[in-house]
């Protein structure tokens, strides 16, 4: 197949920055040295979030080979308090992190996020070392429908008090099968595929042997999707050490490296009549800073394999298009052809996506990170381009993304 090429133009309303304005911090290169999780089931009823949070980072650091207490300058935790049901939230970070009177972030966003805030701090000179951590348990939230309903539109859209507050997912997914051709049978492949890659993964609960009959025969969630093609819940925390490329070559002789981020939110976030229906205009943004950084134009070409959003099956194959992995409409087609299977032209989601692993809130984007790091730390000789595509979005009623490009060379 020929080579996509990525370019601004194919989004009218995307303003790229000029180089220039990310040159100068392109010298000082950032690392990933040590991941560690804990959690990954539906329900992980005998540790709170604070005890995830204390093995999963234990494991990072062992990995590592740091001192939280002396090696580590700063520590960026990801959480909101919503999901957590405590005001200031944050104030539990320090302790399990090892993070105690020490330089300790709050980012309220997807951990995704977290990662381009520590990438920063170490790009600025100001720290070689940072933690990152990012944690979810949905299994304690008692009220999940009502906090997404309060994040509706609170002038056009929450007064209709609509049955399934993740309704507008179904909208995004009707108007992106009418814009570019995608089918029932396209989206139901999506998960039958996601589910059966799912089970090789230790991390993914959720994962299935199911066909594509199995998955248009099961109940309708959210029209167009059945309740295969929604991504479950799961509980989980992660935790990643990251280092400048001085700190990294001192502590490991395999690091991966961390070559671009980037991060979006739509405008009109949360207004739905703002929105570019069956258009994710967010990923494609925070995908076109992260390109510059890491000197992308052509991802198809210059990456190996990717770790994208599926939440819900239509995103799979809208990610990709926003990504420039795939062209305008031709996301379904490489479903069909097989080129997004592992050992194919692209591997898609390896791990199982969410579909398999489930959504562990503002967990989720760090947990891509984590396969993708994985991955390329153990595997990185079976690709031709050693690089990887991890994205992620936050999910209804909410058009925020972050993209990061990761490498192992």
């Known amino acids: 197949m020929g080579v996509h090429t990525y370019v601004a133009a194919a989004h009218p309303n995307i303003v790229v920055a000029p180089p220039t304005s990310v040159g100068r911090i392109l010298m000082r290169r950032v690392a990933i040295v040590g991941a560690g999780w804990a959690g990954f089931r539906p329900q992980v009823p005998e540790l709170s979030f604070r005890e995830l949070v204390y093995e999963a980072a234990s494991r990072a650091y062992e990995e590592a080979g740091v001192d939280p207490r002396s090696d580590v300058d700063a520590f960026v935790s990801c959480q909101e308090d919503y999901w957590e049901g405590i005001a200031i939230a944050d104030e539990f970070a320090p302790e399990p992190l090892g993070a105690v009177l020490r330089p300790t972030y709050t980012v309220a966003g997807d951990g995704l996020q977290g990662l381009a805030q520590a990438f920063m701090m170490i790009r600025s000179g100001a720290f070689d070392v940072v933690v990152v951590e990012a944690h979810a348990k949905p299994s304690d939230i008692v009220t999940l429908d009502g906090i997404y309903e309060l994040a509706l539109d609170p002038l056009h859209v929450r007064p209709l008090r609509p049955g399934n507050p993740l309704f507008t997912a179904g909208l995004d997914a009707v108007a992106y099968m009418a814009r570019t051709g995608a089918s029932r049978l396209h989206l139901a492949m999506v998960a039958a595929a996601n589910k059966r890659m799912g089970l090789s993964n230790p991390r993914a609960p959720h994962a299935a042997r199911v066909t594509v009959d199995d ?17 479950p819940f799961t509980d989980a925390a992660v935790v990643m050490v990251l280092a400048s490329d001085e700190a990294a070559r001192r502590l490991t002789d395999a690091p991966v490296w961390l070559d671009g981020v980037g991060w979006a939110t739509e405008v009109g976030t949360g207004a739905v009549e703002f929105h570019e229906w069956g258009r994710m205009p967010s990923i494609r943004a925070a995908a076109l800073m992260a390109y510059q950084m ?41 479903l069909e052809r097989g080129d997004l299977a592992p050992g194919a032209f692209y591997p898609v989601n390896q791990s199982g996506g969410s579909l398999s692993v489930g959504v562990p809130l503002e967990a989720t984007g760090l947990w891509r990170a984590l396969e993708a790091y994985l991955e390329l730390r153990d595997n990185s000789g079976a690709y031709d ?18 993209v990061a490009v990761l490498s192992a060379v």
């Open 215 to 231: 998955v248009l025969e099961s109940p309708t969630y959210i029209y167009p999707m059945s309740q295969l093609e929604v991504a």
């Open 294 to 334: 890491a000197g992308v134009d052509s991802p198809a070409s210059q990456t190996g394999f990717a770790e994208v959003e599926d939440r819900f099956s239509f995103m799979e194959l809208l990610a990709l298009e926003e990504l420039g992995v795939a062209g305008e409409g031709e996301a379904a087609a490489m």
């Open 385 to 402: 381009q050693p690089r990887a595509v991890v994205a992620s979005w936050r999910g209804p009623p909410t058009y925020t993304s972050a």
